[in-house]
């Protein structure tokens, strides 16, 4: 398994100077490349070293960082291989090249991450609407998408809950401690 | 005179059991010109709630992607974990899970019987797989104290050991069962009205294999032999004897045909498994779920369930929170692209078939 | 394939052999219940005379469908919140994981397979209360081996026995950062333990920061209300481990040893100032005069400064600290450490006169006019002698006061045979000091060893340092030889009679049971008590003595308004974390008359 990453590496880095690999056990494969670089390296990838199976484009939010990561998990099912490609969004700015000319079924992934994050693919045809109908917030998988808060606006709690009582507050109440509020956050 | 297209919705209420999606078809006569799935009826946004929750509780959410398939995603979630934790499975606990998983094969599969059949009218066939498949369900419950949502499989290993007795009570089963799949065979199989639906039918192009991404019982149908659990075993599938059954026709007959032999070898697995299996722990203890941080790091990991590979890239920032969870199902891109790509030339009376053979799932596209 | 297949027509038409069968389905459902399985997820039992109210089980349910809730007839006590959780079933998903983490044990899931209702609100169920009869069905249980809590305490490093009475470094080494991490991660976070500290120290709150490695944020959270934390981490009375959740069924979490582990990160008195970054008031104008330097005197100090009072401390001896300098011995709580948790109170403003006796170098009525208000943390100086015949021996001395000569360095000839009598914490510490000394050492207790006041780490501590306890044996006598020193000590033996009124058993004499035990040195630890000499006459009045103590109200204040006392000399529990509490108190309430609020 070593021999044929490693030939594979050495294969990826001449074609591709500048992605960057990070060593991985057993059959894992990582690259990050630039956004720019993904459809002509994975079309490489899929063409000349095997990796003819798109399992799964997966998508996070890095809110801290400002940026989306979208990674391409790729499989080459002669060589038992599993390729990660990483690429970085600006979140400022998210757009992102279309790849379902290389695989069709992108194509449904890339609908899913232009609604849930909203990563625009100014090249995909694709129905507007995916799986949220007439959403008017922000995408709802961005981190500062708060659920709850979305929750206690959009629906309200039946009845008959009200007397719930916080058991670190009752304590606390009971013997008069104060709690004090930069501690607070630490409470469970 | 040129005939005008129709627009006719199927769905979004269930067509068989392949859960509420719609298919918007144009519609020449009988024959279907073009076709758009639309989904969105059921998203409850799971792996968005797992950014509230911990570790642990993440894990209850699981079985829920996929109804009538709940057990891989369990295994998915626990493996992923795991690989993330550096957490070290007991022997006996990953023969549980083969176990499991190999009884949610056959039981999922045999709802896929009931579906088949039901998409094409044959409803008797759906009576008597339904039935039989409560007895895996009782088993269930006997393990892990749920029939449907079993929530068994956790980070660590499993959360309780066999019951006693239990071994007898799953051969029985499959002895019950084998003596059952003859009279499917007779049913099914040998109907002539099952083989003039489904021979020719829902035909997967084999250049459309790579493009949709199309995996599982779906292309071993297409005469390809790929299945995770041998070309990357995970559990002890590796120390297990058993084969890969794959037809030629990638036609809904063909993929019958696997399905078929799947149930076989699936039971020939769990006896294996019965007979090997070790005794000792069956669960790694995992800390305090509530201050659980597992190590930052991303992976992913792949089951073959009964529809095909199912994934789950998982990304931890070291925090007692995921920080994102993504499954990747085998419907997900089976019933979407591919189906849209196929339907256009199809009868409209088959496409409920060709969805379930298909493997067709909503609440696993929309999560 | 022909048109007409024959087989294909016959062979479904086989399933007609079916019409002879028995159906598989069951009859008479939903008259008949079927049984479910040995561990179903049905509906919720709780057994609520076990629960304890930590709300773990609301915690982990994501789906909030766990509500904690007040019941009728469920009083709130020590241990035991008096909150019961409510389940809305309409929302629970039946994972089972509120029983997995239950400490208690005592909720479950029952073999419930069907409940129907036509009352919406009927869902909300208060297990236990809405289902006396589920304990009969009880199937899916979490036992001490499946349960998701981890019972077994990390066990503290120490010192061995051996090695311990060769010096007096410290015996418990204290956890490394692994250790503690993996220690505060067992707690639940629930609470319950700040009720019982007299302190209510915000103990979830640190645990949980160092479990999230946070070890400055904790140290800042300790500090909130006690000054001397770094002391209490070595040998507070920790009265929350006794009422900790998880030590229902397994090991208390160590809250004093993570409290240890946390305060070590404020190395030196800057390094604290650093962490703590206190926000130190603007000087008001007022003063407070404080007599005693102990715990209570030096919490009130601290608070007080920090808001803005000029606060002076009178205390007799060369050292701050009281009671926790000079009557711990040394191998538990190191002189320098106490120090430096003086020296950073010293650091934010405090003046602290040494030396100063207040009755002798300097009269009450002076502190009295010259401060605004007055603090007396004076503790209980003096100990009870043994009172029985020959205790005038020399060699006969009060265990407290061989202590406080030990630790303030001075020589004290025990020769090599040392009896101590008592059974609490001071006993100990004088036995085990003792035995640094090269001395042989016998502990006489008039009860059972499990009866003894002392810590049960510091019992087990002196056996393994080869110390000898004789339990049930009351003292009688002293014998003297002819220069009048210590020569033996002759006690009964006592057999433990039950309490008719229901309190713990007495130990009643067995006469003729004299034994004669040889000693070089006797030591009686069996109290302290307070010495008010210092109180002139006129104070008498306002400022009244009831049974060795001050009299005070819930603010700590006298009978004069104008002063106000804490610590030994006025609590019943006389443990240092009670001072810190009547210090933090008195300082609230100090700070309350001055500014008129």
Redesign the interface.
Known sequence: MKEIKDKMIAQINAAFPEAVNKAYDGNRLDFTVHKDAIPGFLSHMKDQLGFRHLSHIAYVDWIEENEFELVYLLWSPTDKVKLFVHTRIDRENPVMHNIDMIWRQANTYQREIKEMLGIDFPDMVAPDEFILEDWDDIPPFRRDFDTLEYVNRTFWHRPGREDAQDVRETISKRSGEEIPDFAKKYSR | MREKATTLYLGPQHPGITGNMMVRLKVMGDTIVSA?TE??YL?R?F???Q????W??SF?LMCRFCVPETDPMENLYARAVESLDNIEVPERAKYIRVMVLELARIATQLMWYAGQNGSLGLY?MGQWSI?DR?YIL?LF??L???RV?H?YQWPGGV??DL?EGFEGKVLRTLDYLEKRLK?YD???F????F?KRTQGVGYVPKE?I????VVGPVLRGAGIR?DIRI??PYEVYDKLDFEIPTQEGSDIWARALVRRAEVHQSIRIIRQVLDQMPKGEFNT?????????VKAG?T?V?AESARG?V?Y?A?SDGTIHP??M?L?GAA??HA???LE?ILPGQNVADVSAIMNSLGTCAPE??R | MSFFDLQGTLKPLTALKQFGKKPHTLKDIPWKKREASDNYRGLHFNDIDECIGCGNCSTICQNAAIDMIHLEGVEGKKGDSGLRPRVDNGRCCWCALCVEVCPTGSLSLTKDYIYVTEDPDAFLWTPGISNPDGEERKSYVSTHELSLNHFNRIPMPELEGKERIKSFAEVVLGYNEEQAREEASRCISCGICTEVCPDHMHIPEYINAIAAGDDKEAVKIIYDNNPLPEMCGKVCTRRCEDVCAIATRGDSVAIRWLKRYATETAATADITHEIVNPEIREANGKTVGIIGAGPSGLTAAYYLALRGYDVTIYEASAKAGGATMYGIPKYRLPIESLEKQIGYIQSIGVKIKFNTKVGKDISFKEIYDKYDSVFMGVGFPDAWPLGVDGDDAEGSMQAFRYLYMINSGEKVDIGDKVVVVGGGNVAIDAARVSRRFGAEVTILYRRRVEDMPADWEEIEGAEDEGIHIIPQGIPTKIHKDEKGHVKAIEYLKAEMVADDKGGRPRPVAIEGSETVLEATAVMAAIGQMGDYSFLPKEFEEKITIERGRFVVNEKQQTGDPKVFAGGDAVNRTADAISAIADGFRACKAIDEYLSGK
Do not use: C, F
Request: negative net charge.
């Open positions: 758009q989904v969105g998203h946004a792996e968005k709630l950014e509230r929750r911990n642990l509780n209850t008797t039935g409560d009782d419950e006997q892990t104290g749920g949502y929530m959360r309780r019951p009279d007779d049913l099914m040998s109907n002539s009205i083989q459309s790579i493009e949709h991404g790929s070309d990357e203890s995992i800390p305090n779920p509530m201050k659980w941080r991303d992913y792949r590979e994934g890239y990304v920080r994102r993504h990747r997900y891109v979407i692209t591919l790509n596209i929309e």
